[in-house]
DNA sequence: CCTTACATCCTTTTT
DNA sequence: GGATGTAAGG
């Protein structure tokens, strides 16, 4: 409501002015010099239209690097500029909140104040908006809290173990993915009951899970990621009256990385876009498309902007509908379509990489990247005997290039799964390369922040019955799990909350010790709740939250028996611990009038992305999904090899390969100036090494474009343990034998064999032919004063010999290449 | 009720 | 290799 007084506030001082609730129309851009001509400036004739187009609907595909954002941002200050938008009428959804808060800024930065009061967020951290106004209708409180995956797995773990679904196959992984799959596809239990046969014991088990979940999240007065944007459906569908209100409200809204909404969000789109007042009578609502019905008042119906680029989406595992963005034109007749394929980010060299790449996808437009900046640096691809030797290169060369001008903020490496940073991690700290890892074990899902935000949670949403369990016993209080169940069933009996329960430790009939515990625990609770929510009509000063948690902690023990303790852990426990309280304090510094609700719903909806990168001066690690939407000067994708990408799972799925493909697309569309593609032919994965083979997508791209410092027939032809990278040996000579996937396995769909490319060079003639086989010794027996002789180095004596099976290493001194460590399964050596 | 030892599963990707 | 779960003993 802040929002409304202040866009009056400025629309006293401005000449032009428009009824409150008379949208667009008029408009100024008709007379003279466009009042915003200036954010014209720059932009190519595509990106112009996308910028002035003024309609019910427009499409914007934005291929990699287009200047998407510019386009959006400028978009959103000419709707402002030209008076066709108040910013309270502007909705602009984004993917992340780190990329909502830097189109705040951009938008800021042109029109200044004039930016206040419009709604740029997420779809989640709308949703939570929405639904805390409007909980009091549909039986929930606006206390609610947000369950994030690890808290809805736990709870779907308690109710697998009650309902003995594991018999039938239900794992808690599996139902969690089931049920978040169903909501995303605003199905409900009762939907999906009459949509499955019953008889089978299987389905019905889960559908009773499911509809006892769902039980559970309302009793707690929560709801999980998927129920943000489901919820904000039914509510909407039920409620027409509250539809009307933000239908009315937001009058432009623009939505990015539209590839990757899914039905759920898909259905909110469609439902903020339909006219005012016009689902006065009911519909038929649930699966697939809804027809638009004959509108009387097309023109009351919001405008949509989206902008998206199909070759980009890489969500579908959590549900993104591609169809979504393919159909828009059909979904919006009349849509406008404008089509962006300059790129401004990357050299020639590295877009035709991506274009190869990305054209082994079938049943997609053609679309090609382009750019006049030239053709600049060949990609450079270099094969590491182990992930830690490939790691070893990428700090190299981070170092080479920093030496060259590259600040390390400039430089990425990108990986498939979090589990490879660790090798890398590794390396860096040994070569003093200063890292950050985005994402990875993240900060709030440590179990000592997850403890501490459930503490707040106990306060702020007494019914969350999760919460309690979780901290009831931690520190250790000597209340175990009979201890929880007499609790629970007192609460039961009594007809009371499980947290007033606590209350009445006395009634409970448990021994004097864990009465005295609960006592005490209820006694912090309470002291806390006082101090953070204050009687009704109060304001919680802005440091309540901050000094809530401390007095939780402390009094609650939780920071005594971290201190006590001998585990050396512990002590960075307190540490991180100390952190929360930091950004606790940082919350009240940005919202002075922040309650702890607030703070709980901020700390649960960040993402890794959002985990603010200022990082100054370290080079960025990070996971190829969480790459999206960013750019370095030089960019590292490792592992690039089968079964890491494309993944090995994806083989079985549909669309699988694809995906993957459009994801290692995304990973080298980030590079502006250098890209390097790495991988090893050894791979530790949990304990075992394996022997990794290059991935199919090198093989798509054009020899020319690819110069390996040492390629994958290199690594075959010559052995060793040390990392060649800073004297890598010239590419070519005796490498390549062999063809690609000989006897291998084969994945999915679309392993297309490719005619080999001539290469241009003689230099590099088979450079990029990527062999078959890789060594392999097989068991090789070896002993301390066996000799060897290995194909670089020379004869040597073992010295010992470490490890078990496939990672036994052999410790060899030789005669001229000194003492080296050979793993024994791959190294290129001789018994002698 | 807590601690320890052993077993098992696992790894995509995330709001 | 790591986290998480189960069984046994204290």
Not at 583 to 590: D, K, L, M, Q, T
Not at 769 to 777: L, Q, Y
Request: glycine share 8%; aromatic share 8%; with cysteine.
């Amino acid at each position: 409501m802040t929002d409304a007084s202040a866009a009056a506030q400025r629309a006293a001082s401005v000449p032009v002015i428009v009824g409150a609730h008379a949208g667009p129309g008029a408009s100024a851009h008709d007379t003279g010099a466009r009042p915003d001509s200036d954010l014209l400036e720059g932009l190519n004739p595509q990106q112009r239209d996308a910028v002035v187009y003024r309609g019910q609907a427009l499409l914007i595909v934005a291929g990699a690097g287009s200047g998407k954002t510019s386009v959006l941002t400028r978009r959103i200050a000419s709707l402002l500029r030209t008076k066709d938008a108040w910013p309270s009428q502007i909705l602009a959804i984004t993917f992340t909140n780190k990329a909502a808060g830097e189109m705040r800024e951009r938008v800021e930065s042109i029109v200044g104040e004039a930016a206040r009061g419009m709604w740029i967020s997420t779809f989640h951290s709308a949703c939570v908006r929405i639904l805390r106004r409007e909980a009091d209708n549909f039986g929930f409180t606006k206390a609610f809290t947000i369950y994030d995956s690890g808290d809805s797995r736990a709870l779907i773990k308690r109710l697998v173990k009650e309902h003995e679904a594991d018999a039938f196959g239900l794992t808690p992984a599996a139902t969690q993915s089931r049920i978040s799959k169903l909501k995303n596809e605003l199905a409900d239990a009762e939907s999906y009951a009459r949509t499955v046969n019953m008889s089978d014991p299987a389905e019905r088990v889960f559908v009773e899970l499911f509809g006892a979940y769902q039980r559970e999240l309302q009793k707690a007065n929560a709801f999980d990621f998927d129920d943000l944007i489901a919820q904000t459906v039914y509510l909407f569908r039920a409620f027409p009256k509250v539809a009307d209100v933000y239908r009315r409200r937001f009058r432009h809204i623009l939505v990015d990385e539209y590839q990757d909404t899914n039905h759920a969000q898909y259905a909110l789109i469609r439902e903020l876009t339909r006219p005012i007042g016009s689902d006065a009578e009911p519909y038929a609502a649930g699966g697939g498309m809804m027809i638009f019905e004959a509108e009387p008042a097309a023109e009351d119906a919001a405008s949509l902007t989206v902008v998206g680029d199909s070759d980009q989406s890489i969500y579908a595992f959590r549900g993104a509908d591609i169809r979504n963005i393919s159909e828009f034109e059909k979904d919006f007749p009349g849509a406008k379509v404008v089509l962006l394929e300059q790129n401004y980010r990357s050299t020639q060299t590295i877009l035709s990489a991506a274009n190869a790449v990305i054209g082994h996808n079938f049943d997609r437009k053609d679309k090609k990247l382009w750019t006049d900046v030239g053709a600049g640096e060949q990609i450079v691809g270099f094969t590491g005997y182990s992930q830690h030797d490939e790691a070893q290169f990428v700090a190299d060369e981070t170092e080479a290039l920093r030496r060259a001008g590259v600040d390390y903020s400039q430089m990425a490496v990108f990986y498939r799964t979090n589990s490879q940073s660790r090798a890398l991690e590794e390396i860096f700290i040994r070569a003093a390369v200063p890292y950050k890892i985005m994402g990875g074990t993240k900060f709030y899902e440590r179990a000592e922040i997850k403890d501490a935000l459930a503490y707040l949670v106990a306060v702020a949403n007494p019914a969350d019955e999760m919460a309690l369990r979780r901290i009831i016993n931690k520190p250790r209080r000597g209340i175990g799990d009979v201890t929880i169940e007499t609790i629970s069933r007192y609460a039961a009996d009594e007809g009371i909350t499980f947290r007033d329960a606590l209350g009445n430790s006395s009634a409970l009939g448990v021994g004097p010790k864990i009465q005295k515990a609960i006592a005490h625990l209820d006694l912090v609770l309470a002291e806390a709740s006082e101090k953070m929510l204050p009687a009704s009509g109060e304001l919680a000063p802005p440091t309540a939250v901050a000094e809530g948690l401390q007095l939780l902690l402390n009094k609650g023990g939780y920071y005594d028996a971290l201190r006590a303790s001998k585990d050396p852990q512990d002590e960075a426990r307190v540490e991180n611990l100390d952190e929360l309280v930091a950004v606790a304090r940082e919350f009240a510094r940005n919202n002075p009038e922040g309650t702890v609700l607030d703070f709980l719903t901020e700390v649960a909806l960040v993402s890794d992305a959002d985990d603010l990168d200022d990082a100054t001066g370290s080079v960025s690690l990070m996971t190829m999904h969480t790459a999206k939407g960013l750019e370095y000067d030089a960019v590292f994708v490792t592992g690039v090899e089968e079964d890491l990408i494309p993944h090995r799972i994806s083989a079985n799925e549909p669309g699988g390969p694809q995906e993957e493909r459009r994801l290692f697309y995304v990973g080298i569309t980030r590079a502006r100036k250098r890209l390097y593609l790495s991988l090893a032919m050894t791979r530790a994965q949990f304990g075992e090494v394996t022997v990794a083979m290059p991935s199919r997508f090198l093989q798509e791209i054009p020899a020319d474009l690819l110069h390996w410092r040492q390629s994958p027939g290199d690594v075959n032809s010559r052995g060793g343990m040390q990392s060649r990278a800073l004297n890598a040996r010239r590419p070519g000579g005796g490498s390549g034998s062999g063809g690609f996937g000989g006897s291998g396995k084969r994945y999915g769909d679309d392993l297309v064999p490719l005619p080999r490319r001539e290469p241009s060079g003689n230099l590099e003639k088979f450079a990029n032919r990527i062999p078959a086989k890789v060594r392999d010794n097989g068991d090789m027996e070896l002993g301390p004063g066996d000799r060897i002789r290995h194909d670089d180095f020379g004869e040597g004596k073992v010295d010992a010999v470490t490890g078990e099976g496939a990672k036994r290493v052999a410790h060899v001194r030789f005669e001229k290449a000194g003492l080296k460590k050979l793993l024994i399964k791959i190294a290129p050596i001789t018994k002698l």
